[in-house]
């Protein structure tokens, strides 16, 4: 190899050092990008899990008071004045209240009672009570 080999025809700089003889820098390796979580919905569409941890309530649903309304309404002769079955399902819920039960809407009324009422107007549409006389809950 000869002297003349050594450096550069374009910029007479040692092929070393000049940007012409060296072979271009290899590109940096990227890394493939990672994957990105994918959001998956709480319940499959594919499987038929169950779930495992219970749903905890702050307040009771209507549901839970439709039999409890009946059978308060059955044992009074299936008619009862509101504030008597109001009375009564206090009684007979006072251990199974839930905390919240017991804070009040943004009406003011409380949370157990507004579900009652809502329960009541279920089991009406479901055909087990009729509206009758207001402020009287009647079974059909």
Same mark, same amino acid.
Not at 59 to 84: M, R, S
């Given at each position: 190899?000869?002297? #003349?080999?050594?450096?550069?025809?374009?910029?007479?700089? *040692?092929? #070393?050092?000049?940007?012409? &003889? $060296?072979? *271009? +820098?290899?590109?940096?390796?990227?890394?493939?990008?990672?994957?990105?979580?994918?959001?998956? +919905? !709480?319940? #499959?569409?594919? !499987?038929?899990? !169950?779930?495992? +941890? =219970?749903? #905890?309530?702050?307040?009771?649903?209507?549901? +839970?008071?439709? *039999?409890?309304?009946?059978?308060?309404? @059955?044992? %009074? &002769?299936?008619?009862?004045? %509101?504030?008597?079955?109001?009375?009564?399902? @206090? /009684? $007979?819920?006072?251990?199974?209240?839930? =905390? &919240?039960? $017991?804070?009040? /809407?943004? @009406?003011?009324?409380?949370?157990?009672?507004? %579900?009652?009422? $809502?329960?009541?107007?279920?089991?009406?549409? @479901?055909?087990?009570?009729?509206? &009758?006389?207001?402020?009287?809950?009647?079974? %059909?």
């Amino acid at each position: 190899m000869s002297a #003349s080999d050594d450096y550069c025809e374009l910029c007479d700089l *040692p092929k #070393s050092q000049c940007v012409h &003889g $060296r072979p *271009p +820098a290899p590109e940096p390796v990227k890394a493939p990008p990672k994957p990105k979580p994918r959001k998956t +919905a !709480t319940a #499959s569409r594919t !499987t038929t899990t !169950t779930r495992t +941890a =219970p749903v #905890s309530r702050r307040w009771t649903p209507p549901d +839970a008071l439709k *039999p409890l309304i009946v059978t308060v309404l @059955e044992d %009074a &002769g299936g008619e009862l004045e %509101a504030d008597q079955v109001f009375r009564e399902l @206090e /009684t $007979r819920l006072e251990d199974r209240l839930l =905390p &919240g039960d $017991r804070e009040t /809407t943004p @009406e003011g009324e409380l949370r157990w009672r507004y %579900a009652a009422r $809502r329960a009541r107007q279920a089991l009406i549409s @479901e055909g087990l009570m009729t509206k &009758g006389t207001p402020g009287v809950w009647t079974l %059909a």
